[in-house]
């Protein structure tokens, strides 16, 4: 299972179940962005979107200095796994832009746990790398 960067040019061919995936996450309390805000900062290169085959998931990453940020994933899976293997992939891409951490944010109570499990310190939930 790898993800493939999506081009900007490349967007509208598989933004429609992107989209469906972005409204999921925004469901569960994230209302500060759009689907379409980040449609327009992976298309003006400020983001990338990574997507996985068979339309199983996404993680959109956004590099800010030495840190990459985050900015929403979602996955078609209920395994653990899936996500360790999302935050892997998200630091490799990290390391080749001489990032130093990874850092995501979120207002799921849930993620106080998991993210400590992983790694991350509360608060920015950062991890360096």
């Known amino acids: 299972?790898?993800?493939?960067?999506?081009?900007?040019?490349?967007?509208?061919h598989c933004w429609w179940w992107v989209r469906m995936g972005l409204e999921k996450?925004?469901?569960?309390?994230?209302?500060?962005?759009?689907?379409?805000?980040i449609y327009c900062d992976c298309y003006e290169q400020r983001s990338m979107l990574?997507?996985?085959p068979e339309k199983k998931g996404f993680?959109?990453?956004?590099?800010?200095?030495?840190?990459?940020?985050?900015?929403a994933a979602w996955l078609d899976s209920s395994n653990p796994d899936d996500l360790?293997?999302?935050?892997e992939f998200a630091k490799s891409i990290a390391k080749q832009g001489n990032c130093t951490k990874v850092t995501f944010a979120s207002m799921r109570s849930g993620w106080e746990?998991?993210?400590k499990q992983l790694g991350f310190r509360p608060r920015h939930w950062e991890l360096r790398i």
């Open 59 to 71: 993680i959109v990453l956004q590099p800010n200095g030495a840190e990459m940020h985050i900015w």
């Open 1 to 12: 299972m790898d993800f493939s960067y999506v081009k900007p040019n490349e967007l509208r």
């Open 50 to 52: 990574w997507v996985l």
């Open 25 to 37: 996450v925004r469901a569960k309390g994230h209302s500060e962005w759009l689907a379409e805000d």
């Open 84 to 87: 360790s293997f999302g935050l």
């Open 113 to 115: 746990t998991r993210a």
